[in-house]
Nanobody, 116 residues
Framework: QVQVVESGGGLVQPGGSLRLSCAAS????????MGWYRQAPGKQRELVAT?????????ADSVKDRFTISRENAKITATVHLQMNSLKPEDTAVYYC????????WGRGTQVTVSS
């Protein structure tokens, strides 16, 4: 079993930055890939970025060169961060963290609102 908790959302102006964090605990030795997904109102959940245990990353085209995902592996927790720069109104969504450990575990999500 894996528990996933996100933090760091909020309101930011266009062009601003936010840093999201996600902590996974429990059977973290089983976790291979962690990632961030987002869901805007009326839209399907979509991939933002993922990172493997070895550090290989994958980004959605819409966030490349603006967002950076990173990961820290400790004894009892695995933490993933999403540094978001040059934010746009279309980045507004609920951001969900995921941890793949034989099955996918999800956090409850954190709201990111980009608005002036």
């Amino acid at each position: 079993q894996v528990q996933v908790v996100e933090s760091g959302g909020g309101l930011v102006q266009p062009g601003g930055s936010l840093r999201l964090s996600c902590a996974a605990s429990g059977s973290i030795f089983k976790i291979y890939t962690m990632g961030w997904y987002r869901q805007a109102p009326g839209k399907q959940r979509e991939l933002v970025a993922t990172i493997t245990r070895a550090g290989y990353t994958n980004y959605a085209d819409s966030v490349k060169d603006r967002f950076t995902i990173s990961r820290e592996n400790a004894k009892i927790t695995a933490t993933v961060h999403l540094q978001m720069n040059s934010l746009k109104p279309e980045d507004t969504a609920v951001y969900y963290c995921s941890a793949d450990a034989l099955k996918t575990y999800w956090g409850r999500g954190t709201q990111v609102t980009v608005s002036s």
